[in-house]
């Protein structure tokens, strides 16, 4: 999803610092607007809004002094952390989810320890982080999926506020996380409510900055809206002769498998021991 308000700029949203050499160590950096250059510029991005949902909401009559909403191309499996650092031209994640399986130490690493306490150096999955100016606390990207509408509430009044008392001389970056959650736990019908607080909030913005600020809407991902269906993979592998293990430093008789489930519902990855042949797993 890409909404712009109308501009005539064709200048980058975000661009890497001077001095970056490879690719993965480039870090994606916010620029200071030069006095008449171009406006400021307000990047949002939404967590896991599809296309469809904002094409619907804007028939609706919402962010309706927005240009109409363009496609974007997510990695797959959709996540996150992937996708914005590719995105941004920020370095990597350790794994594709914060449980993950480590190929140098042989064994799973990472988990939902990183959601608890306080949002320190080693909890940050990519750069793409540091050039956040608007993040919701760490406890909230997983209390959203437990207490959605009151997470949602407290994420918009935080970057509303935070926002307005930014330099008004530099862009501005923010991450809403919780319309993820929202349309997780509650639907599309859920997430419609949320994006017309949003849709009144942006016009509570443009209106106290005026055409000096520049809305930039986007997403991460999107999301598959059909109902899943659950497989039960573990059991029938265990079933074939396959045994589960959480590392494979030492070599041991029967298959070994390795499986970081962890929140991704449409995808699973599987690690295998050197005893076990990939071919017939």
């Known amino acids: 999803m890409n909404e712009v308000c109308p501009s005539h700029d064709p200048t980058p949203l975000v661009t890497a610092r001077d001095g970056a050499q490879e690719e993965t160590d480039r870090r994606s950096a916010l620029r200071v607007v030069k006095t008449q250059a171009r406006p400021r510029r307000l990047l949002l991005c939404l967590d896991g809004v599809p296309f469809d949902v904002v094409t619907e909401a804007k028939s609706r009559g919402l962010f309706d002094n ?4 363009a496609r974007l191309l997510s990695p797959f499996p959709t996540l996150t952390n992937v996708a914005l650092a590719q995105m941004l031209c920020a370095s990597p994640p350790n794994g594709y989810e914060s449980l993950y399986f480590d190929r140098e130490a ?34 909230f990207e997983f209390l959203i999926y437990v207490a959605t509408d009151a997470v949602w509430r407290a994420d918009m009044q935080r970057f509303r506020e935070r ?5 008004p001389a530099r862009d501005f970056f923010g991450f809403l996380k919780a319309t993820d959650g929202l349309l997780h736990i509650g ?34 991902h999107g999301m598959n809206l059909e109902e899943n269906r659950r497989t039960h993979l ?8 396959y045994e589960f293990v959480n590392h494979m430093r030492r070599p041991r008789g029967r298959r070994r498998v390795s499986s970081p489930a962890f929140g991704l519902c449409g995808y699973a990855a599987l690690y295998c021991g050197e005893e076990t042949d990939k071919a017939e797993l």
């Open 66 to 69: 927005f240009k109409d909403p």
């Open 106 to 139: 042989r064994e799973l690493r990472g988990g939902v320890r990183k959601y608890i306490g306080r949002r320190t150096p080693d909890k940050v999955p990519s750069s793409y982080m540091d050039e956040l100016d608007y993040q919701e606390p760490l406890p």
């Open 163 to 167: 926002f307005l008392s930014a330099p």
């Open 187 to 220: 639907g599309p019908a859920r997430l419609g409510v949320a994006l017309r607080s949003l849709d009144k909030l942006l016009r509570e913005i443009q209106k106290e900055c005026g055409s000096e600020t520049e809305i930039v809407l986007f997403s991460d």
């Open 234 to 241: 573990q059991s029938h592998l265990r079933r074939c002769g």
